[in-house]
C-alpha cells in the first residue's frame, strides 16, 4: 500500500525528481480512507475469519519476523537498533535495490552472521520490462546471479513490487500484466541459468483495493514454476484499521491462484492508526492465516511508522514473546 520504499531508494540512487509520484500516491491513498470509512458499516471488507482451512495440528509459530531500516544495505546499524528494542534480532532483513545495483554480498554477510536471512527487493524503476524481457539485461542479471550464488546462503529474491498498483513505471496500467509475466520469468530462467539455487522468488503485491485502482493480482500471475512464496505489502492507517479486512481479501485472493506460503512483505502501523494497539493485531493475524511472517518498514513515509514509543515497545515484545511460541 505504502509505496515510500521505492521512493526513497530511488532518491538515493537516482537524480529522478519523485514529487509527482507522491502526490499521486497521496491522492490515491486519501481516497482509500475515505472510501474504506465511509464503506466500513456496510463490511464491504466482511472478513472476519482466515480462509485457511481449520487445523488439526497448533497453529506454528512464525517463521519470519523481519525489518526494513532506510539505511540499509550501506549500514546494519539500524537493523541491530530495532533489534535492540524489540529484544531480539530479526529472522529476516530487506532492503531495495536499483535496477543495475550489484547484489550486496558485505551486508548479507553481516545479516547471516546476525541470523538473519536476506530478502533483496529489485526495483526496474523507468526500465522496459521488454527488454528485460527480450535478454538486453542479462550480463546485468547472470553477475547478479553468480554473487548472489557465491554467497551460498539463502537468499529471497522479489522483482517489481506492488505491480497491481500504479504508482511504479512497472505497475498496473503503465506496463501490460503479460510484459510484466514475462520479464520476470526471463529472470527467474536466467538466475536457473547460472546454478542459483540458493534462491526463493518472492512474487510480491499490493493490498486489493478495487475503488482505489488497485485490482487483484491474477492478470501479473508468473505461474507456480516461477514463484515460491507471495509477498502482500499493507499498512495500518487508521484506528479502525484491523488484519482480517485489511489483507483478507488478498490473501483469499493469492490462494485462488497458488498455496504458496505467504509473507507480509511490508507493513507497519503509525502513531495516527493507534501503533500499540495495531501491533499484537498484526501479530495475531499473521497467526490465524498461518502465514510465514512479516517484515516491519521501520522507517517515514506519508506516516512515522518507526517503533519509538515506549508503549510500542513494551506491546511488541509481548507479542513476540506470545506468537513465537505454537499455538496451544
Not at 499493507?234 to 484491523?242: I, L, Q
Request: net charge positive.
Amino acid at each position: 500500500m505504502t509505496r515510500e520504499p521505492g521512493v526513497a531508494q530511488a532518491n538515493l540512487e537516482s537524480a529522478a525528481p519523485q514529487k509527482s509520484r507522491q502526490v499521486t500516491w497521496f491522492r490515491k491513498h486519501v481516497i482509500v480512507v475515505i472510501g474504506a470509512v465511509l464503506l466500513g458499516a456496510a463490511a464491504i471488507f466482511a472478513v472476519t475469519r482466515p480462509s485457511t482451512p481449520a487445523r488439526v495440528q497448533p497453529a506454528p509459530p512464525m517463521r519470519y519476523l523481519g525489518v526494513y531500516q532506510p539505511d540499509a544495505p550501506a549500514s546494519y546499524s539500524g537493523v541491530n537498533h530495532f533489534a535492540q528494542a524489540i529484544g531480539r534480532q530479526p529472522d529476516l532483513v530487506c532492503y531495495y535495490s536499483a535496477w543495475l545495483k550489484p547484489f550486496q554480498p558485505s551486508f548479507a554477510a553481516t545479516a547471516a552472521q546476525h541470523g538473519a536471512t536476506l530478502l533483496v527487493q529489485i526495483n526496474p524503476l523507468n526500465v522496459s520490462l521488454a527488454a528485460i524481457a527480450s535478454g538486453q539485461y542479462d550480463a546485468y542479471l547472470r553477475t547478479f546471479a553468480d554473487q548472489v550464488r557465491s554467497y551460498r546462503k539463502p537468499v529471497i529474491l522479489s522483482f517489481g513490487h506492488e505491480m497491481n498498483g500504479s504508482w511504479y513505471s512497472w505497475g498496473n496500467t503503465r506496463t501490460p500484466p503479460a510484459t510484466f509475466k514475462a520479464a520476470w520469468r526471463h529472470i527467474v530462467q536466467q538466475f536457473r541459468s547460472q546454478r542459483a539455487n540458493n534462491v526463493s522468488w518472492l512474487w510480491t503485491i499490493n493490498i486489493i483495493d478495487t475503488r482505489g485502482g488497485i485490482p487483484a493480482p491474477a492478470p501479473w500471475w508468473p505461474g507456480s514454476s516461477y514463484v515460491n512464496l507471495v509477498g502482500i505489502d499493507g499498512y495500518y492507517f487508521g484506528r479502525s484499521w484491523s488484519f482480517a479486512p485489511l489483507f483478507g481479501p488478498t490473501i483469499r485472493a493469492v490462494h485462488a491462484l497458488t498455496r504458496d506460503p505467504i509473507l507480509i512483505a511490508e507493513t507497519g502501523a503509525g502513531h495516527i492508526a493507534g501503533q500499540s494497539a495495531k501491533i499484537p493485531d498484526l501479530f495475531a493475524g499473521v497467526r490465524a492465516y498461518g502465514l510465514l511472517g512479516f517484515v516491519w518498514f521501520d522507517a517515514v513515509a506519508i506516516q512515522d511508522w518507526r517503533l519509538t514509543s515506549p508503549a510500542a515497545i513494551v506491546a511488541f515484545r509481548r507479542a513476540v514473546k506470545i506468537y513465537e511460541r505454537p499455538a496451544s
